[in-house]
């Protein structure tokens, strides 16, 4: 009998579906608990590494600046500013006017962000060390046309209240702006995924045995048990779990020959990668160890390495999430959190945007 096996998938696809739900929208850690955490779990990251894996995300912070058309003379706060990338940007595009000020609770960035300020000449780039929990102190001595919060929401305590005190920061007709992942680990393959569905199963059985995409299909005990389309979906949702999928397309920090992402994926799949080589998987360890973030990181890079082998029988143009009702409806309730959050701050639903993969923008204004 295979349902055992079926089961068991199922089971744990759901429990991470279950998990993701949770990711950044409940009682999450601060910065501080969470840098504590990692040096116990995971190994430490060094600085050349953070730097070279922040740069991948270059293409997305340019689409972000053009969407928030940045202008000379603004004053703009950059919380949780990591190696400073984003900073460094936002002070170029302001060429010499206005300020970015960049936080950080770490010295080390702080440090780094310096540095770079200093090496670019760029007077108007101010890296600030800021305590690691609530608002500090710093933060009220200004008013701020921009706040700025990129990939860093998830990592807040007390979020509501926290961005009721920002608040009295911002300028008039200020934004706060959120940069993030989409939220809920929802990446299953649905059959209305696939416009081509014919072409898709001829292509897979032409696949070897030992093919991660067709293993299934070369089981006619289990194709014959459950049919071929559920054997199909089977598979390509068990390789959406599979922590160790990018072992099999990656050497090092890069992929190997003929996996072929648009421009706009790559750098997405590059900064997914890097982090996954951070986390020293296979070498030190296991996938228990993983996080949640970590394992959202890898079902992402699964997704993608998916879509580039099967493009040409996905539906176009964004084959990242599902097309399916359940799929939809899954994602809006999991988009609801971060609204009311803010809404409960005193703050409006600007805007909500995609950046593709899978990221999403949010822009918030005051509701006075």
């Known amino acids: 009998m295979k349902t055992g096996r079926i089961t068991r998938a199922c089971t744990e696809a759901a429990f991470c579906l279950f998990l993701g739900t949770g990711d950044g929208y409940g009682q999450s850690l601060d910065r501080g608990e969470i840098l504590a955490q990692t040096a116990v779990n995971a190994p430490f990251w060094p600085l050349e590494m953070l730097v070279r894996t922040q740069r991948t995300k ?5 689409k972000l600046l053009d969407i928030l058309e940045i202008r000379p003379g603004m004053t703009i706060l950059d919380i949780g500013a990591g190696t400073g990338q984003q900073a460094v ?7 010499g006017t206005g300020v970015v000020f960049a936080t950080e609770i770490q010295p080390n960035l702080v440090d780094y962000i310096t540095a770079q300020a200093r090496q670019r000449k760029l007077a108007n780039l101010k890296a600030i060390l800021v305590k690691a929990g ?7 001595e200004h008013r701020y046309d921009l706040i700025l919060f990129y990939s860093v929401v998830n990592q807040l305590r007390d979020r509501i209240n926290y961005y009721r005190q920002l608040k009295s920061f911002l300028a008039p007709h200020g934004r706060v702006v959120v940069v993030d992942g989409q939220p809920g680990n929802q990446f299953s393959f649905f059959r209305e995924d696939f416009e081509d569905w014919d072409g898709l199963v001829k ?26 389309e559920r054997a199909v979906l089977f598979q390509l949702n068990s390789l959406i779990q599979d922590g160790l999928l990018f072992t099999r397309f990656s050497v090092g920090l890069d992929f190997v020959k003929g996996v072929s992402f648009t421009p706009e994926e790559t750098p997405m799949a590059l900064w997914l990668l890097h982090h996954m080589r951070m986390a020293q998987l296979p070498e030190k360890r296991l996938l228990l160890d993983l996080s949640m ?37 899954f994602l809006n309730q999991a988009l609801l959190p971060r ?3 803010f809404t409960a ?9 995609d950046l593709p993969p899978f990221q999403k923008i949010w822009i918030f204004s005051t509701t006075h």
């Open 293 to 329: 973030r970590e394992f959202s990181h890898a079902q992402k890079l699964n997704k993608l390495l998916i879509v580039q082998r099967l493009r040409p029988y996905l539906r176009q143009p964004t084959p990242y999430h599902s097309s399916a009702p359940e799929s939809r409806w």
């Open 345 to 353: 701050a005193g703050y409006r639903l600007e805007n909500l945007l």
């Open 203 to 228: 292509e897979l059985k032409r696949e070897p045995p030992d093919s991660p995409f067709s293993q299934t299909l070369h089981d006619p005990e289990l194709v014959a048990e459950i049919g071929i």
């Open 58 to 62: 270059i293409p997305y912070i340019d």
């Open 339 to 341: 609204e009311h959050e």
């Open 134 to 140: 609530g608002i500090d102190p710093f933060y009220g």
């Open 89 to 95: 940007m936002l002070a170029e595009r302001m060429k």
